[in-house]
């Protein structure tokens, strides 16, 4: 089974930042890998598909890339309504589906 | 407009069963595959489970396997979730899932979740 590991779990910066996160699989998924963005009472939205396609309606400020094992969510320029928790999704096999989220906070 | 709304959660005895539903619209049911994906109270996501647009592929999260039945009637534009055998880990925000396409990937797990409801609430507690 896939055990996937995301980091940082969580995340303090300003309005206008960087924001990179990461999400390792433990073998190779190819590029099945999504990524989701839940805000608090709300359910998850997708923003990422396929490792690096930008969903429909979503902001270009976000980005993704990777494949094999290591991917990587990008920000480009924080938001203060960026203010979520992001989860990546894996769907090449069975085990952890989902990584454990990290929490975007604005300093 | 894309609209799912999941029904049937409630406070439910440990051992015992609860029926999720899963109602659609905005879009032809019958051309995507659904799943089910749980969160528990201040926790990540999990996937329990995924069925293909004709039922011909279901796929079960180790954790649900053997005790949850997941099923859909293309008729009535419905996904539903039996849950038997309920345990107290069980308790979570229940979200009802629509892929970007018709059927499982390779392994049958998720697959790419584009539109998500806002969830009916089981807890499992005595």
């Known amino acids: 089974d896939i055990q996937m590991t995301q980091s940082p779990s969580s995340l303090s910066a300003s309005v206008g930042d960087r924001v990179t996160i990461t999400c390792q699989a433990s073998?190779?998924?190819?590029?099945?890998l999504n990524w989701y963005q839940q805000k608090p009472g709300k359910a998850p939205k997708l923003l990422i598909y396929?490792?690096?396609n930008l969903e429909t309606g979503v902001p270009s400020r976000f980005s993704g890339s990777g494949s094999g094992t290591d991917f990587t969510f990008t920000i480009s320029s924080l938001q203060p309504e960026d203010i979520a928790t992001y989860y990546c999704q894996q769907y090449d096999n069975l085990g952890d589906t989902f990584g454990q989220g990290t929490k975007l906070e604005i300093k | 407009e894309v609209q799912l709304v999941e029904s049937g959660g409630g406070l439910v005895q440990p051992g015992r069963s609860l029926r999720l539903s899963c109602a659609a619209s905005g879009f032809t049911f019958d051309d995507y595959a659904m799943h089910w994906v749980r969160q528990a109270p201040g926790k990540g996501l999990e996937w329990v489970s995924g069925?293909?647009?004709?039922?011909?592929?279901?796929g079960y999260a180790d954790s649900v396997k053997g005790r949850f039945t997941i099923s859909r009637d293309n008729a009535k534009n419905s996904l539903y979730l039996q849950m038997n055998s309920l345990r107290a880990e069980d308790t979570a925000l229940y979200y009802c899932?629509?892929?970007?396409?018709?059927?499982?990937?390779?392994?049958?797990?998720?697959?790419?979740?584009?539109?998500w409801g806002q969830g009916t609430l089981v807890t499992v507690s005595s």
């Open positions: 073998q190779d998924i190819s590029n099945y």
């Open positions: 396929d490792a690096s």
């Open positions: 069925i293909s647009w004709n039922s011909g592929s279901i």
């Open positions: 899932a629509k892929d970007m396409n018709p059927t499982l990937p390779e392994g049958a797990v998720a697959g790419t979740l584009v539109y």
